[in-house]
């Protein structure tokens, strides 16, 4: 016998969806189809080009190792970037988990208090602290710890230490999620049998978080690797990455079908990344994580 | 932590691979062969201003079975968990096989403990999960591999070694989850009402398992559980427990039979509780007068004094219905029969706002509802509290 009602209205469904489902059609999928377009569009001169197809932009993405450098380069920043965010990121998340202090939530708005100031302003603060005029150049030649200023600004070095400043509270919180998701009582049974606490933290408590460490680490390595403001503020013309190349090509160059070519080749390749980690970890880890 | 400056201390040395349970350490001087496996003297247990466990005391003898039973929030829980170190006592004394434990962290303490959650790994096999305490125990691999086999088989899971947790069923977990707190063979096995968490089938399965192995192994085992049948079923000794301290101690037949106090008459299997006055007084009998009018006599251990107020237990059981009622006959009207196959469950309305019940075997038909119905009981078959609540001995 054939049911005639269901426990729902499918429609109901499409509708509550519908709002969502055009923004992201009009203002994510259909700016990057034209994006891709543009990929094939011919390059006349600073900022006229035309609707004529060629591979031209492609060809000289794959040719010319100044591209392949850059995008090197940047993927080696973020990758060092994400690790340092790691290994600093977990001992902060560990110590929320763990103390017995009884306003945690406290902590975690500590964590998030940051994000109430512009993240530019944020960026911009480290002049103040590194540069030439800075806190740590003026304190030290008048303690005679240092005659001359240390050059601590517009290199490699505050570039990460820029993103790192603002990429570790993502960090702490995907840590933390996943340590609070561990069922106590499995480190109390591996006590019991003859754990130390660093034992059953080696057994039990490490294992049972590295899916939160790797959300972390892919969700910073994303991040630093698609950043563009701080290595802007706080790199030199070499620390750029390869956000500001496109950012030059598009604004400085107006060369607008290259820079849709390195903009669709920054997508992909991070788009690579965050493919990979679903397939072997599950999105939901990040979710979780950016709910934390 | 507290004890974050052992961290790099290797635990129990001298267990290595230890065969028997309680053979762990050499006796220390003072330390008898036959002391009892746990002791409690006098620990009391607070959190704060809330005071979780009162003066508790209780020895407990090496190879037996002990139940904690209580409604939620009586204390069990804290107490087991005070024996393997997980909760501290703020008074009082707690030995393990005639030794303080006080100062001994959780890790050196050799207690096996099963969880209500089962509390396996769930990212190591169903062997790394049973070698676990082994392997902190410094046995060699092929020691470990043939005792995990063996309780794998004692647990009648033989095979699954190299299953993850998430891959059995919540029954096959649980015996995991013995399998691995008996390996080591710990001087005591605690049970946090491992049961708990299964469907009722199985929860019974488990209750002959756990206590099939118990004996087998020999092992001194600490059962917490507010399941008045696991209790009754499982047990050598049932401690009653009721607001942080023991109403009573005894055999499940004692607590059941002879319930010390109210509480316990009430918590374990629903007793009627009858109140009245004694008229007459005699030697090892009491006549005595119903509230709801009725005069009965019963057996009463000493002279009771004239007009004084008592409390008569009647189990259900104890009640016989219709013609077979013939000593103490109570007449009611039936307010509900339930049905059980065998038998039949009666609530009685006695008059005066009281209802009591029956559960009595099927002669002829199940009454029904509005019916006049005669109870009876036995003289013997009921037990005296005292206007406080205690027995009467």
Partial sequence: MERRW????????????APVLLLLIFFLVLPIAVMAAYTFFTFVTAGVETSALTTANWHEFFTDSYYSGFLLKTLRVGAITALLCGVLGYFPAYFIWATTFKHKW??????????WISFTIRTFSWINILGEQGVINVALPKLGIINEPLP????????????????LPYMILNVYVSLEGIDRTLISAARSMGCTSAQAFREVTLPLSLPGLAAGLLLCFVLAAGSYVTPQLLGSGRDALFGNLIYDTIMGELNWPMGATL???????????????????????IVKGLAG | MPDSQNL????RPETAGVAKAGAARPAPVGAEANSPAVEFRNIDIAYGKFVAVRDFSLSIRKGSFVTLLGPSGCGKTTILRSIAGLVDISGGQIMIGGQRVDDVPIYRRNIGLVFQSYALFPHKTVFDNVAFGLKYRNVPKPEIKRRVGKALE????????KKLPSQLSGGQQQRIALARAIVFEPQVLLLDEPLSALDANMREEMRVEIKKIQKETGITAIFVTHDQEEALSMSDRIVVMNAGSAEQIGTPEEVYERPATAFVADFLGKANMLAGTVSVSGQGTATMVLATGQTINVACPRPLAQASNVTVVVRPQ?????????????????VSASYLGGSAIYEVDIGGRTNIRANASISGR???EGEVIDLGFDPEGCVLLDESGRRIS
């Fill in chain 1, 6 to 17: 269901t426990l729902y209205d499918p429609r109901l469904a499409w509708m509550l969806v």
């Fill in chain 1, 106 to 115: 406290l902590l975690l708005l500590l964590l998030i208090v940051p994000f």
């Fill in chain 1, 152 to 167: 601590m600004l517009y290199n490699e070095g505050a570039v990460i230490l820029g993103m790192l400043h603002f990429l």
């Fill in chain 1, 263 to 285: 903009s669709i080749v920054l997508f992909v390749v991070l788009g690579f990344f965050a493919a990979i980690y679903t397939r072997y970890m599950g999105m939901s880890q």
């Fill in chain 2, 8 to 11: 790099t201390e290797a635990p």
């Fill in chain 2, 154 to 161: 004692m647990v009648r899971l033989p095979g699954s070694e």
């Fill in chain 2, 318 to 334: 104890k009640l016989s219905v219709g013609a077979a009622a013939s000593a103490n006959r109570l007449s009611g009207r039936v």
């Fill in chain 2, 366 to 368: 199940v009454l029904r």
